[in-house]
């Protein structure tokens, strides 16, 4: 899985300044400079970072959050895919600033340092396990030495470590349609009793705009959480003989709202969607109501004359008709979701 390493190894170049609202020394102190892994969290930085700027720091509480031109980033959200969704045009170094005081509370939920990212990340876990096997059994029923395993390799970009124990949860992977040949149904067994599960566990990230452009120079910038739709819907790979599902046939299942009727006349995902909206019942209770008020935002906005414009997983923009099994079997994240960063040119779009 040569793919899947190099997703392992991706970091972004950070250039991380200290908010001037907090600086007490003259002169400022200098930017700090860190190679973040994409997979990784940005609380998970502290380590690096608190020692750096602690000598210009006012007294208080350390509250730790991050932002970028003013908006608040998302602890919860892996670094990676915030800077695909907010730098149409990549950044690099990407300019970030760092708090350690006035937590925005009203905007990001609390993080209460390092066990917050944790448990985020195993609630991840449950809900994919959810989405794939019906239940969550085999993450309620890990040890405390393979969950301490399984979260350290991630934290330390381990993919060797990460495979030894995830392989335990029993969440499957996904047959190659391009590799093997198409056999009826949606879910198969291998010889080790691993689930081949047509089910896949997808967060879709969509921004909408309304004017077209044919440079990412000219995309228009994010400023607001409110100008993403932030999707949970789960994608079910459906095989028809001589023909593989494509990551665009993935994308109409999970937007049937921006796609023309004729697109959708036959297509198979829209059979249970109301059941696969459902967020489990071990996802955290902010982000489930997230997932439900951007889905009605969607919804609410829904046109049948939607171009996709940009497409990025993993920091790379793959083609529309690349078959979806090797995307999912090669840049997932480690909590088995498929992150999609997505821009899409939406004709009269109602920006009020």
């Known amino acids: 899985m040569e793919a899947q390493n190099y997703v392992w190894e991706g970091a972004i170049p950070l250039q991380i300044h200290l908010h001037e609202s907090e600086v007490t020394t003259f002169p400022p102190p200098p930017p700090a400079l860190i190679l973040a892994p994409r997979i990784g969290y940005l609380p998970l930085l502290i380590a690096?970072?608190?020692?750096?700027?602690?000598?210009?720091?006012?007294?208080?509480?350390?509250?730790?959050?991050?932002?970028?031109?003013?908006?608040?980033?998302?602890?919860?959200?892996?670094?990676?895919?915030?800077?695909?969704?907010?730098?149409?045009?990549?950044?690099?170094?990407?300019?970030?600033?760092?708090?350690?005081?006035?937590?925005?509370?009203?905007?990001?939920?609390?993080?209460?340092?390092?066990?917050?990212?944790k448990w985020s990340f195993i609630n991840s876990l449950k809900e994919a396990a959810y989405i794939i096997n019906g239940n969550c059994k085999n993450i309620m029923n890990m040890s405390q030495s393979d969950q301490v395993e399984l979260w350290r390799s991630v934290m330390n970009g381990n993919v060797e470590a990460y495979q030894r124990v995830s392989s335990k949860l029993k969440l499957g992977t996904v047959e190659d349609e391009y590799s093997v040949k198409p056999q009826q149904g949606t879910c198969e067994t291998d010889t080790t009793g691993q689930v081949k599960t047509g089910r896949i566990p997808i967060r879709l990230y969509v921004c909408r705009v309304s004017e077209d452009f044919d440079d990412v120079e000219d995309v228009p910038k994010i400023d607001s959480w409110g100008k993403i739709s932030f999707i949970n819907r789960p994608v079910e790979i459906h095989k028809e003989e001589g023909k593989y599902f494509t990551l665009h046939d993935a994308i109409k299942a999970l937007l049937p709202e921006f796609f023309s009727e004729k697109t959708l006349i036959e297509s198979p995902s829209q059979e249970g969607e109301d059941k696969n909206n459902i967020p489990s019942e071990d996802a955290s209770d902010?982000?489930?109501?997230?997932?439900?008020?951007?889905?009605?935002?969607?919804?609410?906005?829904?046109?049948?004359?939607?171009?996709?414009?940009?497409?990025?997983?993993?920091?790379?923009?793959?083609?529309?008709?690349?078959?979806?099994?090797?995307?999912?079997?090669?840049?997932?994240?480690?909590?088995?979701?498929?992150h999609i960063c997505l821009y899409v040119k939406v004709a009269n779009l109602n920006t009020a």
């Open 286 to 338: 902010s982000k489930a109501e997230e997932v439900v008020n951007v889905c009605n935002d969607v919804e609410a906005s829904s046109t049948s004359n939607a171009e996709i414009k940009i497409v990025r997983i993993q920091g790379i923009e793959p083609k529309l008709e690349i078959p979806f099994s090797w995307v999912v079997n090669n840049l997932m994240n480690p909590d088995y979701f498929l």
């Open 48 to 117: 690096l970072i608190k020692p750096y700027f602690s000598s210009a720091l006012p007294p208080g509480v350390d509250t730790l959050w991050f932002d970028y031109k003013g908006l608040p980033l998302k602890w919860y959200t892996p670094t990676g895919v915030l800077f695909d969704l907010l730098c149409a045009e990549p950044e690099r170094p990407w300019n970030l600033s760092v708090h350690f005081r006035g937590y925005p509370a009203n905007k990001l939920i609390p993080c209460e340092g390092e066990d917050a990212v």
